[in-house]
């Protein structure tokens, strides 16, 4: 068996007669722009082996990337978790040929074994064990893996190898702002690593950063690096091998033992990258948002958008009165929601004060003090609501947080307890404006249409 990191989570197996492609991202910047590959790459197309197989770990667009599926043959079979979007996607690009995953069955090809495995997240997704006459490796992608199901994988397997989750990406940062060490989960981690006790550890799925006007995130959103998870492994588990491999490197399996070629790759080759370009700091400075205002849109149409969702959010919101819905809960906590559009010259700002029974609209500063709060770029509300882009590459512009509390208590003792309230205008974008049960086909036809024009 062989294994080629092209770059993140993209992987080439070659394992018995049969190859794969997984979670083919081939084109930098992705994400809609928003990212690109660490350390840097370079990939040839056109020595790029077909794969007899392409694999989709789960829909998220850093595994699931319309313009690389877009330039891969349509002969190949597709290995997908049980997600509709992806398997619309890929019968609109032509694919033919789909194989649904389900964790705990194995899938056999020629002499080689595909086993998905299950994940914790709230994520359709997989896990993935390859397996020939050589040996088997478990590239776990972005899934949790309980103690059960690596019990499960241990007792299947002899892993010659472990991709492993590693980076505990801090994108909380985009929810409130919080850059603390993600203590648990990086534990969790670990102890994933070593109760698997594959003969090789190398940290996987996370060779990404974001770049751009974006960059200044990498200082708040990459809390362990693959030095600093090498080290703890190595405290955890010493008896275990583990090395970070970079794009272009091969992992070479022989006899259930695995080894790395660097920079063997004929495709792909790694253009180099610091460590210090996702030093983990959250006392660096944070820039302060703006609207770039990418497709140049004038500002009457920036404006009247803008004042559009923000009279659209307010009738959804008076209108949704059904017990637990999320304007009850604002409602019931007497939360202000505070919206701010910036423009690339001011700003639109609107609040909505669920304290009062018809719940206004107040346009302009000077109103009530939101609890609740949103500011974002005017042009990335914009494409996010009129289903151009989705939040994933818009949530750089986007910034929340909320001040909701209850206090209880007399003069002997006071308690603030915070408060938990979905964004209100997230929730509406997503789940109850205009063509939101549509939204993510629409952005998948649009992505397709895209590509054909490119």
């Known amino acids: 068996m062989r294994v080629t990191l092209i ?44 794969p007899d197989f392409v ?78 006459s050589e040996g088997a490796i478990f590239d776990q992608v972005d899934t949790a893996v309980s103690r059960e199901t690596a019990q499960d994988v241990r007792t299947r397997f002899a892993l010659a190898a472990h991709f492993a989750r590693y980076a505990s990406q801090n994108f909380d940062y985009f ?16 102890e994933t690593a070593a109760m698997l006790g594959a003969g090789l550890v190398v940290p996987g799925s996370a060779g990404f950063r974001f770049c751009g006007e974006h960059a200044w995130l990498n200082r708040f959103l990459f809390p362990v690096s693959r030095r600093a998870f090498l080290a703890d492994l190595g405290r955890v588990s010493p008896g275990q091998r583990a090395e970070a491999m970079d794009p272009g490197d091969v992992l070479d399996m022989s006899h259930g033992e695995a080894r790395i070629v660097r920079g063997a790759s004929p495709f792909v080759r790694c253009l180099g990258g610091s460590d210090d370009e996702l030093r983990f700091d959250p006392t660096s400075p944070v820039p302060a948002l703006h609207d770039p205002n ?34 009850w809960r604002f409602r019931r ?14 700003a639109l700002q609107f609040s909505l004060d669920f304290r009062a029974a018809e719940v206004p609209l107040r346009e302009g500063a000077g109103g009530p003090e939101p609890t609740v709060t949103h500011h974002i770029a005017a042009s990335a509300l914009l494409d996010w609501a009129e289903r151009r882009r989705d939040f994933f590459s818009v949530r750089a512009w986007s910034r929340r947080f909320s001040t909701e509390r209850r206090v209880v208590g007399d003069a002997s003792s006071v308690e603030v307890l915070g408060l938990e309230l979905p964004d209100l205008l997230m929730h509406w974008v997503l789940r109850e404006s205009e063509g939101a049960d549509e939204a993510a086909r629409r952005r998948v036809d649009l992505d397709i249409a895209r590509c054909g024009s490119a």
């Open 175 to 190: 929810e409130r702002r919080a850059a603390e060490f993600p203590w648990q989960e990086h534990a969790r981690n670990l």
């Open 7 to 50: 770059g993140h989570a993209t992987l080439y197996v070659e394992a018995g007669e049969a190859s794969f492609l997984v979670d083919p991202v081939l084109r930098d910047p992705f994400e809609g722009g928003a990212v690109s590959s660490w350390p840097e790459r370079s990939v040839d197309l056109d020595a790029l082996p077909a």
């Open 333 to 346: 906590a007497g939360a202000v929601y505070g919206l701010t559009a910036l423009l690339p010259d001011g």
């Open 55 to 132: 694999v989709i770990s789960h829909r998220h667009p850093d595994h699931f990337d319309i313009r690389s599926l877009a330039i891969l043959a349509r002969d190949a079979a597709v290995l997908l978790p049980r997600d509709p979007l992806i398997a619309y996607a890929l019968e609109r690009l032509g694919f033919r040929k789909l194989q649904p995953l389900d964790p705990g069955r194995p899938l056999s090809f020629y002499e080689t074994q595909v086993l998905p495995t299950r994940s914790e997240e709230p994520v359709r997704e997989v896990g993935l064990v390859f397996a020939d």
């Open 294 to 327: 990418p497709d140049g849109r004038s500002e009457a149409e920036l404006r009247e958008g803008v004042v559009r969702i923000a009279h659209a959010l307010a009738e959804w919101a008076r209108a949704a009165q059904q017990p637990l819905s999320v304007p």
